[in-house]
């Protein structure tokens, strides 16, 4: 059995996909899978439990897909041509990217947006395995996500812990997100890092920091620039997914760092700052992820009541 799974977006849109991925997997073991989606993000997955194979959506000639009556690339219709299942997310409002697919003539197609309707409600991990109600699979009453790390990813995260005494508490902060709107003040966060580590001697902060967070990240640095701190600094998902593992807490907002943060492991400590987006919908559906909703939007939480949250799930 050969799968193409079509996916876009980003970090945590393909994560809450990994349910979708579990079903495919119990469904059929030995099946060859392989992303047609952003490599960097795949990584996460390929040879991971997940992925067998990831082909860049990146490529000029796959554009072609999306044009009416186009001259497809004969390499790119081969290769779709190759697989007996093909699930897609593609935005495709006029059903060109489909009717393409079909041009190439591979087994059955099935398609599902991309976008969660308005007062969903669930887990967005639900929305996106309805992709598969035809073939008579559905997701159950789990729906959170995991990730299958390797023996190399967790030597790489220790390799960088290396320098820490025993004993010591990790506190994770992703100061950044998707969109700034969902994104709490740096200030704010400097100073819940700086009451942690005062009430916590124990404790150093792992500061998480991905491509678009390098403002937030350097006022974060100047500010803990005396305090125990530890700069992860666009790590591979994998070893990030494994340095989150070993994490005694892990703050952060809407983002797909958080929702990495809860695949790494189901027994995290987590707090997660949301705004104008539904919590019931994008936050990590498992116990132990703590919510804090500022209304009308993030910024009108507090340093007190989010230091209070950490501070509790700390003890």
Known sequence: MRILFIRGGGLGDFIVSFPTLRLLREKWPDAHIELLGHPRLAEI??????????????????????????????????????????????????????????????????????????????PAAYHFARILEPLGLALGPDAASEIFLEPEDLDAAQAFLSGLKPGTRLVAIHPGSGGESKNWPAESWAEVGRRLVKANPDVTLLL?????????????????????MLRARWLPLPILGALLSKAALFLGHDSGVTHLAAASRRDLAMLALFGPTDPKVWAPPRPGVKILQGAPGVKALSVEEVFAEAQALLA
């Open 45 to 122: 997955a390929l040879d991971r439990h997940y992925l067998n194979g990831v082909r860049s959506v990146n490529h000029g000639p796959l554009s072609a897909f999306f044009t009416p009556r186009a001259v497809l690339d004969p390499g790119w219709m081969d290769y779709i041509g190759d697989f007996d299942l093909v699930l897609s997310y593609f935005y495709d409002p006029d059903g060109l990217f489909f009717a393409n697919l079909q041009r190439c003539q591979p087994g059955d197609i099935l398609t599902h947006p991309t976008r969660v309707p308005e007062n969903f409600g669930r």
């Open 208 to 228: 998480i920091e991905g491509e678009a967070d390098a403002e937030p990240a350097q006022i974060l640095t100047e500010a803990w620039k005396d305090l125990p």
